[in-house]
Structures are given as C-alpha cells and as structure tokens.
C-alpha cells in the first residue's frame, strides 16, 4: 500500500514522474541502455539538461529577462559559501529566519563581512521578522523563503536597491511570485523538484564577475553558465527526474494551479490544528508555511496513542525534525489532498478518544 509521505525532504514526487523514470533506468526512451548508463555528453542528455534549465525560466516567468537556470551539485549548503564566494566583495545583509539561514551566515562570514539585519531568533524562529531597515551599501540580502524546522514563510519580500539572494529549497515552484525582485535564487530538488543529488540556481547574469578575488573553477557561476551546466558530469538522473516533475507541474497547469491546491492542504491542516484542543501549532499564524504544518500535541502522554494511530493509518513522515520536536506535515507539491486529509481524520479520531 502506498503510504501518506509527509516527509520533509527527500519527499514525495508525482506518482507518473516515478514511474517514468523508473522506467527511464531500465531502459531510457526504447534505446536499449539504462538513463543512468548513457553519456551525459551525448545528445540523449544535453537534451534534458537543455530542457530543464527552459523550463525552470519559463515556469518561473523568467525567460528573456536575463537570468541563466543551472542545475548545480552540493546541496543548498555549497550554495551558502558559492552566492557569497560570487557575490560579497565588502558586505552583504542576511535576514536570520532559523537553522538553514543561521548556516548561510555561518559559512559566507568565512569569506566577507556578514552583518544580521534581523532575526527572529527571540522567540525560537516561530515569526518572521518584518519591518527592518535594509542597508544600502550591501552587497547582497540574503533571505530564506520557506523555513522547514519551524514551519514558517515570508509572505512579502524587501523591496530594496540591494540584489536580494534567496533560498527557496522548501517552496520552489510553490506560489506565484514576481520573480524578477531575486536577482539568484537557489533550491535543493529534493521537495518540491526532484530526488536529492542536484540544486537548482537561478541567477541574473549581469550579478556576476564583480568580485575581486580569484574564484575556484567549480565555484564560479560564470564557468558553469559557459559549460551548460555541465562544467563536471552532472547527476543524470536527479536532473532528469527533475525535468520530469516540472513537466507534471507544466501540464497541471503551472505554479498558479498548484498554489490554489496547496492553499486548500494548508487550510484543511491548519483549521484542524486550530480547532482540535489536543494540538497546537508552532509558527505565528501570520507567518504560517503552507509547505511545512509544524504543531504539537497539547498533552504528551497521548504521544504513542497518536503515533500508533498514524502507523496504522498509513502516515509517514510526519515527526518534527529532531531539534524541535513535536510533529511536521509536509505539504509539497506532489502531496495529493487525500493524504492530509487522512492525517486530519487521524487527528480527529485522537480527539473522540481522549
């Protein structure tokens, strides 16, 4: 039986997209070899790179506009010293949202002079700070769009004169924004994309080639614009799984269809987090994720009634992550409605019991 995956990453992917591709690794499009068996230099995948870089810009509403999409190795981690490495030449701003954010800083002051702007660290990254002054002699600011640990979402972004860089590995290809106010944005496939093995970065390429020092091949966005996103052998199956899931997405209709299903998940999980007394949610209501419902239990002795009530409901995933505790559904893309719904009917059934 299929299970409910409310996992918070790697996560669930659309049922015919793993079912293409675990066709594609027995054999890829009637060749007679294996996806992960052909040259990622033969035509077969320079075509899927090609086409997943066109439909990253085309669905993010970014073609023509001056930005290149590439799809890169090392996670959202490489990506906290590779935007600082490319992009902070005196000092950039970073906007402290909770644990991945505090990582971003942590790994760019290795490289420049890195000054907090603000921080919803106060009361345990529950809210999203909002109303703080932005410096105009920033390189950079650097936020987090979606915080996975704690279940909170910036709504409304800066408008300031300084680029804004953006981690979107949570809620990617989620909800419509004008994408045009980031000037890079980067995201781990593993949510709302494709498997874990590749990053997506968007970036404006006038941002580039400013900084003074010497970068590292492999660190330099420029040589992996040139080389096509293929500077090394890229991870041949998680971009093609990749462009799988945003050929789904395309043909459901785009981020604007997608956005209205996953703002009737959020609604359906928070409505019953809110009204069942045995649960209580995390994050500011205000600033609540729609990708990831963090709560928890009023009353922990009724932990391993729930949990067992979960397991034979055929629920995963959906244990908080270890620093915190408590419980997280994770809603991405992919997760049909049934599926909350079936964590609701659970947590109701706890209620009638207690």
Not at 226 to 244: D, E, I
Not at 310 to 337: C, F
Request: glycine share 8%.
């Amino acid at each position: 039986m299929k299970k409910h995956n409310f996992s918070a990453g790697p996560s669930i992917l659309p049922q015919e997209v793993l079912q293409q591709a675990a066709n594609a690794v027995i054999d890829y499009n009637n060749e007679g070899l294996s996806l992960i068996e052909i040259s990622h230099r033969s035509k077969a995948f320079v075509d899927i790179m090609e086409n997943a870089r066109a439909l990253v810009l085309e669905l993010l509403g970014l073609e023509g506009k001056g930005y290149k999409a590439l799809f890169l190795q090392g996670g959202a981690s490489l990506q906290f010293l590779m935007t600082a490495m490319n992009l902070l030449e005196k000092k950039a701003g970073y906007v402290n949202t909770g644990a991945w954010s505090g990582k971003a800083i942590k790994e760019a002051q290795k490289i420049g002079d890195i000054i907090e702007v603000a921080s919803s660290g106060d009361a345990n990254f529950n809210y999203i700070p909002k109303g703080f002054e932005v410096p105009s002699d920033l390189d950079y600011l650097h936020l987090t769009s979606n915080n996975t640990i704690f279940g909170t979402q910036i709504k409304s972004f800066p408008t300031t004169s300084v680029p804004l860089v953006c981690d979107m590995s949570s809620d990617i290809f989620s909800r419509v924004l004008d994408f045009t106010q980031f000037d890079l944005i980067y995201a781990g496939a593993q949510k709302n994309m494709g498997p874990a093995g590749t990053t997506l970065v968007v970036v404006k390429e006038e941002l580039l080639g400013k900084v003074t020092r010497t970068l590292p091949t492999i660190l330099d966005y420029q040589k992996h614009i040139g080389a096509g996103s293929m500077l090394n052998t890229p991870p041949v199956f998680a971009v093609y799984t990749s462009m799988l899931t945003l050929e789904w997405l395309k043909k459901e209709g785009g981020i604007a269809a997608i956005e209205k299903e996953n703002e009737k998940k959020a609604t359906l999980m928070y409505s019953e987090i809110d009204l069942n007394p045995l649960f209580k949610g995390f994050a500011a209501t205000e600033d609540r994720s729609p990708m990831n419902a963090t709560f928890n239990l009023v009353n922990e002795n009724l932990k391993e009634t729930f949990d067992t009530m979960l397991k034979e409901a055929g629920i995963s995933g959906v244990n908080g992550h270890r620093s915190v505790g408590g419980y997280r559904a994770s809603m991405y893309n992919a997760l049909p409605i049934a599926s909350v719904q079936a964590l609701v009917e659970v947590m109701s059934e706890l209620e009638n019991k207690a």
